[in-house]
């Protein structure tokens, strides 16, 4: 297993940990908390770092089988999280906290994605 698999794993991992915070949240009908913004910026940290792995990848040689394909996953790998937060940056209502839950789902997503084709 390669260092950028494993960062793959980490980012899914910690993509499912925010979506269940997030969803609590919203069974329990509670104003989004400011440690779940937190969170979720931490999320987009560990998704830039795969995507700079990835790319140090992809120009170490390892070619993926669709260039367009693994550049578009990697461009909505560093951009779900920034725009769902910035959408709802003043909303603190308790469906905020299902937008962060979606962008985190997909988040999660897209990094299984990214180690699947690259």
Same mark, same amino acid.
């Given at each position: 297993?390669? $260092?950028?698999?494993?960062?793959?794993?980490?980012?899914?991992?910690? $993509?499912?940990? &925010?979506?269940?915070?997030?969803?609590?949240?919203?069974?329990?009908? $509670?104003?989004?908390?400011?440690?779940?913004?937190?969170?979720?910026?931490?999320?987009?940290?560990?998704?830039?770092?795969?995507?700079?792995?990835?790319?140090?990848?992809?120009?170490?040689?390892?070619?993926?089988?669709?260039?367009?394909?693994?550049?578009?996953?990697?461009?909505?790998?560093?951009?779900?999280?920034?725009?769902?937060?910035?959408?709802?940056?003043?909303?603190?209502?308790?469906?905020?906290?299902? &937008?962060?839950?979606?962008?985190?789902?997909?988040?999660?997503?897209? $990094?299984?994605?990214?180690?699947?084709?690259?």
């Amino acid at each position: 297993m390669d $260092a950028v698999t494993l960062i793959g794993f980490i980012v899914a991992g910690y $993509a499912a940990f &925010v979506t269940i915070a997030a969803v609590l949240g919203v069974a329990l009908r $509670a104003p989004r908390p400011k440690w779940l913004d937190q969170v979720a910026w931490m999320l987009e940290i560990l998704a830039v770092v795969l995507a700079i792995g990835a790319l140090a990848a992809w120009s170490g040689g390892r070619k993926p089988e669709s260039l367009s394909t693994f550049l578009g996953y990697l461009g909505a790998l560093v951009c779900l999280m920034p725009l769902a937060l910035q959408t709802m940056r003043e909303d603190r209502s308790t469906w905020s906290s299902g &937008v962060v839950a979606a962008a985190a789902l997909a988040t999660g997503v897209v $990094a299984v994605r990214v180690m699947m084709v690259r």
